[in-house]
């Protein structure tokens, strides 16, 4: 980020030990998995993963097809970050961990070939900025890599936001009524590649969505 005040105004720690510790013990659908897989197929080049949380990600990415890739990730809480280390190295995956936000990411220009967002959008108190910051990092005609739940329709969607004020401070933040998509496909600077709609999970963390957006090779930020 080149705005020093956008920056600063992110500075403050995130931390949400008693979130972390359950977080571990939550019951982790079978469902999720081909979402997962999805998000790892093929992997090359440099990848990074935004709030890589307590590690679920890594085990997919370990038994990902053997090509060459190099795996970085961020994750702000240094709860979730210690889990996720123990994960990377019960799985023997090797990863360049960072303390970071997606709001302002530690990386130069053009630096990698595919970001993975796995349900962290939600999370991320800037979202906008951390869009752009994904932008910035990935390579022209680099992939960005999502699986994310967003707001519903109808009476979930109500129900979303009159929940959503508890479920923010006993979830680590996560907002219920995120419009993720219409942020993600409607950058200038992403090309849509596809983008599917998910009627799957339990109320009130439903619908999710899964896609891939390129940077254009030809769009505004080159």
């Known amino acids: 980020m080149s705005d020093q005040n956008a920056q600063s105004s992110h500075d403050h720690g995130i931390a949400h030990p008693l ?4 977080y571990d013990r939550l019951p982790q659908s079978a469902l999720l998995a081909p979402h997962r897989n999805y998000l790892v197929d093929d992997l090359s080049g440099r990848v990074l993963e935004l709030g890589c949380g307590t590690g679920d990600m890594f085990p997919f990415v370990a038994d990902a097809t053997p090509t060459a890739f190099e795996y970085h990730a961020i994750e702000p809480d240094p709860h979730m970050r210690t889990r996720a280390a123990r994960t990377a190295d019960d799985v ?54 999502f699986f994310e739940h ?35 496909v409607g950058h200038d600077a992403l090309a849509v590649e596809e ?28």
Request: glycine letters at 10%.
């Open 195 to 222: 983008v599917d709609r998910l009627e799957f999970g339990l109320f009130p963390a439903t619908p999710f969505v899964r896609g891939t957006v390129r940077r254009r090779r030809n769009g505004l930020l080159e």
């Open 150 to 184: 967003v707001h519903a329709d109808g009476w979930r969607g109500t129900g979303q936001t009159l929940l959503n004020p508890v479920w923010e401070r006993v979830a680590g933040g996560c907002q219920l009524t995120r419009e993720t998509i219409p942020r993600f």
């Open 19 to 22: 979130f972390a510790t359950l």
């Open 92 to 145: 023997g995956l090797e990863v360049d961990l960072r303390d970071a936000r997606a709001e302002a990411l530690p990386y130069p220009d053009d630096s990698f070939d595919v970001v993975l967002a796995s349900v962290v959008f939600c999370t991320i108190q800037d979202p906008d900025t951390a869009l752009e910051e994904v932008v910035r990092v990935l390579k022209p005609g680099g992939e960005f890599r």
